[in-house]
């Protein structure tokens, strides 16, 4: 016998479908844009004439940047439409992106490559548009864990396709620098008109404001706390005035907090933050974001270290790509597991789960470190919680959160995490650097420097672990399934 889905039903499953198929374009240019520049980076540094190291400058102001925005934005989403923020973040990327076609010195191209960080809200806000569709189903928190699946998979696979399209257009066109970074651009505008005719808009909240000196202290505190971060990492630690930004960026959040408590509509809901289903969430991005942003980058080099040192795999650039590759392969299935987890134990549960397979992976290199198959088996093992996680948070905050608060919530998660990948790089950029002067070869960290790298990854994900513990068992669930 079929059995027939009452009309709204079938028609809000098949908005929701479509418009997961269009955010699915946009998780693809994501992807794209973040995987596309990675291989063209020693092309770059000779094209603006600049040295290996001021590269960094132009990762840490796209980092500063989303850190300060997707609040900001995400909170402009839930008072007048998610769809519209999208496309103003989408614009703003794009144009971004265009400039970066012609920037020729460092200056230009360092605005350019900070104003192209606009994108990291696109996931924090797709989140909430399909929450909100979901909420007309009864079925908001389980449709939301698996499109945000489907979302992680288009990132990474946009990703791959990126890094392994960039190389192969820059040899194509004659290695022109401009006319190779014309392909993001492209992408970025095409996707504008993919969301203005192809997603619908969420149920904005009428009545509400914008809480400007409650954003204006929030941004303050990350300004200080982010570019301390950054300045620790170049100038060392032995300079004093980094550690009093951080120091002053830490302590402004006392005064932030207070003031938001007073608020009827404040920047920052900080009871809805205080809530047991959603201070771990928060918190598990920011100590996952340590591995997730921060640990790749020594990853790469660990590989690419010659085993002279005693340490160290060898391996040429094209062999690196397919490590890295591995790795995004093995967020994708971890992305694909997750809502099937779910839907057989818990959220909370499958969240634990994919917290340990990160503290594992990463605990496993401490002695599992010699041998190539060794290090790809690691990086798959913590790539499938990775992958999990990177759907999984925002979609629990959205959860989480009140009616009206969704897109703020998600949009936290990726906040926190963007200050775990900063505080990690930092942190893991000071370690290296004081390996390097025991080891071998002029380029090269020792040994112990890696593995403290290893175990700081593999011990923030073991406290992410515990810290979801504290979340009630059934939260994330939806509605109907809550006893």
């Not at 040899?171 to 620098?177: H, I, L, P, Q, T």
């Not at 060392?236 to 002053?248: D, F, Q, S, Y």
Request: aromatic share 10%.
């Amino acid at each position: 016998m079929q059995v027939r889905l009452p009309d709204a039903s079938r028609s809000a499953i098949g908005v929701t479908a479509s418009l997961i198929g269009f955010l699915f374009l946009v998780e693809i240019t994501s992807g794209i844009i973040q995987g596309f520049y990675v291989p063209l980076i020693p092309d770059l540094v000779e094209h603006l004439g600049i040295r290996d190291a001021d590269f960094n400058w132009f990762e840490a102001a796209q980092l500063l940047l989303s850190a300060i925005v997707v609040p900001v934005l995400a909170k402009l989403g839930d008072m007048v439409g998610h769809k519209r923020i999208l496309l103003i973040s989408t614009v703003l990327t794009a144009a971004a992106s265009w400039w970066l076609v012609v920037a020729g010195d460092f200056t230009s191209f360092l605005i350019a490559w900070a104003l192209q960080g606009f994108y990291v809200v696109w996931l924090p806000l797709e989140v909430a548009l399909i929450f909100d569709r979901g909420r007309r189903t009864g079925r908001a928190a389980s449709q939301t864990r698996r499109a945000a699946g489907l979302l992680v998979v288009a990132l990474e696979a946009g990703a791959i396709i990126g890094a392994l399209s960039s190389g192969q257009i820059f040899s194509a066109v004659g290695e022109n620098v401009p006319l190779t970074m014309m392909l993001p651009a492209v992408a970025v505008t095409l996707v504008f008109f993919a969301i203005l005719f192809g997603v619908p808009e969420s149920t904005p909240s009428p009545g509400r404001r914008l809480d400007l000196v409650g954003f204006t202290i929030l941004t303050l505190g990350l300004l200080l706390v982010t570019s301390g971060l950054t300045f620790l990492r170049i100038n060392g630690p032995e300079t004093w005035w980094v550690w009093a930004l951080i120091a002053v960026g830490g302590l402004s959040f006392l005064p932030f907090g207070a003031y938001e408590l007073r608020q009827k509509d404040p920047a920052i809901d900080i009871r809805m933050l205080a809530k047991p289903q959603m201070w771990p969430v928060q918190l598990t991005a920011g100590l996952v974001g340590i591995s997730l942003l921060g640990a790749q980058a020594p990853l790469a080099t660990f590989a690419g270290t010659d085993p002279v040192n005693g340490y160290g795999l060898g391996l040429p650039a094209s062999s690196i790509s397919y490590l890295i590759g591995a790795y995004l392969i093995s967020m994708i299935v971890g992305a694909l597991l997750f809502p099937l987890v779910s839907q057989r134990t818990s959220p909370r549960a499958a969240m634990i789960v994919a917290t340990v397979l990160v503290a594992v992976g990463y605990g496993l290199f401490l002695p599992f470190h010699t041998e190539t198959w060794q290090v790809f088996a690691n990086m798959a093992i913590a790539g499938l919680g990775s992958g999990a996680l990177v759907g999984a948070l925002p979609a629990a905050a959205a959860a989480a959160a009140p009616v009206g608060r969704t897109g703020i919530a998600a949009g936290l998660t990726n906040t926190t995490k963007t200050i775990g990948g900063s505080f990690a790089s930092a942190v893991f950029a000071l370690v290296l650097l004081h390996g390097a002067a025991s080891a071998v070869t002029a380029t090269a960290s020792s040994l112990s420097g890696y593995l403290v790298v290893w175990s700081i990854c593999a011990g923030g994900a073991l406290v992410a672990a515990v810290l979801l513990f504290f979340v009630p068992k059934l939260a994330f669930a939806d509605p109907e399934v809550t006893p």
